[in-house]
């Protein structure tokens, strides 16, 4: 356990020296979900990071609602601890946190991989509603307590939560996007959960931004595609930038390095 922000928080933190990978979980999840995957395979030329944000995964949660916001402070917090700059990669939530994180603290990073995110609420896909009192929410709530210090009890609560979030943030714009000078790599599955129009805006709005859409996944990508989704990070994350390709058009001018 760690403290971030005064909260105790559980946490992996690199055992190798050389270039650091923080994983960001996604939302009614925890680090586990993206250390088992992708994770590793990346540590094959990466040290490892990662934390359960508060209320999820191994984390105990408190009174307060969820916000990006507070889990981006979570984030910043975590690698002022590393103390060096790292790469993020964020599926889901932790995509959306890694760029705000990228907004606010650029210097604290490298390069980030943002898969199956949403910069703005509105441009998620219509999704069915999550019934706490359906068989899904009760297997997920069973999983849910078999990690959290809060019990079995408190699942509802977290859903409740969550559900709140997810109808009002996030709520960055594309001029918000167009001020991140950080290299990112724009990840999804060809079926995700926000909309490909969404998904591209995102891309096109971000300076230099590098897009990826995997055929034939959803945003269980990481999951279903585990190989070639390590394998495109473990290129983003190494490639020498600027990009440069035989015809750009796009690209006519590429700024960004790291």
């Not at 190798?16 to 094959?44: C, D, E, N, Q, Y």
């Not at 559900?163 to 918000?176: G, S, V």
């Not at 590098?210 to 279903?224: D, F, M």
Request: net charge positive; glycine share 8%.
């Amino acid at each position: 356990m760690i403290s971030l922000n005064g909260h105790p928080t559980w946490a992996t933190l690199p055992r190798a020296k050389g270039s650091v990978i923080v994983l960001l979980h996604g939302g009614m999840s925890s680090s586990a979900s993206m250390r088992r995957t992708i994770g590793p395979l990346l540590a094959k030329r990466f040290a490892m990071a990662s934390f359960d944000r508060r209320g999820h995964g191994r984390t105990g949660d408190s009174d307060r609602p969820f916000s990006y916001d507070d889990m981006a402070d979570e984030t910043i917090a975590f690698i002022q601890l590393l103390g060096r700059r790292v790469h993020l990669v964020g599926h889901s939530d932790g995509g959306n946190v890694a760029l705000l994180v990228a907004m606010r603290r650029p210097e604290l990073l490298k390069r980030i991989v943002i898969v199956g995110a949403n910069y703005h609420h509105e441009g998620l896909m219509p999704l069915p509603e999550f019934d706490t009192d359906g068989d899904d929410f009760a297997r997920w709530a069973e999983r849910f307590a078999t990690r959290s210090p809060d019990g079995l009890a408190h699942a509802r609560i977290v859903a409740a939560k969550t559900q709140a979030m997810f109808a009002t943030e996030p709520t960055l714009t594309k001029d918000d996007l167009a001020t991140i000078r950080v290299p990112v790599l724009v990840m999804a599955g060809d079926d995700d959960v926000a909309t490909l129009e969404h998904t591209c805006s995102m891309y096109q709005s971000i300076p230099e931004a590098q897009l990826c859409i995997v055929p034939g996944t959803s945003h269980s990508v990481l999951r279903e595609r585990t190989g070639q989704s390590a394998r495109i990070i473990d290129h983003f994350l190494r490639s020498r930038l600027p990009v440069v390709t035989e015809t750009p058009i796009r690209r006519s001018g590429a700024i960004i390095k790291a």
